[in-house]
């Protein structure tokens, strides 16, 4: 059974403020748990109930593992249908983020995108099409939000995100800066070459002037029917799409 | 103020079985509002609070208005922050859906997608890229859950959103039929042509069987990195962008 103060220590994980306290986050579900064990992630903790089979999650001797019951489940899930098992995951520390490694790629640079859905869809997006690196402003959406990381479907294991005072980021990089603004030329008229930032702004106010004024290329997507806008998640896999289609061809 | 009738009429259209038996539903938000108005939808009656201008809200003398408290707003809205204004809307009964007004467009047709926010990112891409026509099988989620009116923006207004047996509709079907599948043909090199339907699966599941069967190109979204599926929403997008890109060109 599990204590009243690792009940409190994963309601409290909900919060970003005791997530950098903690310098732990949550991931839910044993397919997303594995995806985190076979990653440069460090696993602290692994929660499963009784009625998981252990032998389906790769727990190592490094991983500590403790059985619990689906009582218990329920009081440390974030979800209103828990899944298998909860593990508590160490937030990393990467390497400061240097314009060198994102050379001869593509990287997703997001301006204050609030929606955990958002943010979680773009990571498992910017995976399925081999983007490796999203650099967010430090007001985006925290990545290690538990709905962000629901919604990336394990993705974040793979996927680095990265925090920046993204002006100060863009001013010092060489890299082609395209954005999705309005009034750009069409995307399906952009030949991307093979290395580059992609700007994707807020969702209801787009990408900000001073941030607007590092964008080297406005790109559009072309509009043929009445919605006002694209949700950003969405705009996000039609720049990756059109990125990644001639290599594919 | 509002009576406890009146209070408890909204409180039961967040479900299904009340929206039926009441011929209505719920949209917030006066822009998603207006809309509605604007559109071959019915708006019943527009609540909307003592801070809302109402000449922002083009309302006709055949559209009932009431003034409401804020607080009012709060115990009828069923959003956690409420905007400026609900209204009720009459479910509509569109004509029975014939292959013939699908011809020489695409529609895209869902096979039992079920969350709620990916309906609603569905139909707001559907309007953006002048897609008029969604084709839900019976188990989809109901489009007018107030969760997927939200999520579409104000573009359910504008895009048709159709119930049938999908089986039974495919097999009368005379247009190509272009299955989201894995292992089919590059989306990247196909021709898709003027016209056809576009079957997207279930979150989890993907395409039924017994609808698989019933698609004569199955196309899949190549995957240059890890993540083990594209988000539905997402994956409907993509396949928009492509069918739309040649006549933006």
Redesign the interface.
């Known amino acids: 059974m599990l204590s009243k103060s690792q009940i409190n220590l994963f309601k409290s994980l909900q919060h970003k403020k005791f997530r950098t306290e903690h310098g732990l986050f949550l991931v839910e579900g044993r397919k997303s748990i594995n995806e985190f064990i076979n990653s440069a992630y460090q696993v602290d903790t692994v929660y499963q109930t009784y009625t998981t089979d252990p032998k389906l999650l790769n727990l190592s001797h490094k991983i500590n593992s403790q059985q619990i019951s689906l009582n218990d489940l329920e009081k440390i899930s974030g979800l209103k249908t828990p899944q298998d098992a909860v593990a508590l995951v160490k937030i990393p520390v990467w390497p400061a983020l240097s314009t060198d490694i994102l050379k001869k790629s593509f990287s997703i640079l997001l301006d204050a995108v609030q929606d955990p859905?958002n943010l979680g869809?773009i990571i498992?997006?910017?995976?399925?099409?081999?983007?490796?690196n999203i650099i967010c402003s430090e007001d985006t959406v925290d990545v290690y939000n538990p709905k962000v990381v629901q919604a990336t479907?394990?993705?974040l294991a793979?996927v680095k995100v990265h925090y920046v005072n993204i002006e100060a980021f863009l001013r010092n990089n060489t890299l082609p800066v395209y954005g999705a603004l309005l009034n750009g030329q069409?995307i399906?008229?952009t030949n991307f070459g093979t290395e580059g930032l992609i700007v994707m702004g807020n969702e209801g106010n787009g990408v900000r002037p001073a941030v607007e004024k590092l964008i080297t290329k406005a790109i559009t997507?072309?509009?043929?029917?009445?919605?006002?806008?694209?949700?950003v998640?969405?705009a996000t896999?039609?720049f990756c799409?059109?990125i990644?289609?001639n290599?594919?061809?």
Chains 1, 2 share one sequence.
Request: net charge positive.
């Open positions: 859905g869809t498992r997006t910017a995976d399925w099409f081999g983007i490796g479907m394990g993705s793979r069409s399906y008229n997507i072309p509009r043929a029917g009445q919605a006002e806008s694209l949700n998640g969405i896999a039609i799409s059109e990644k289609r290599t594919f061809k």
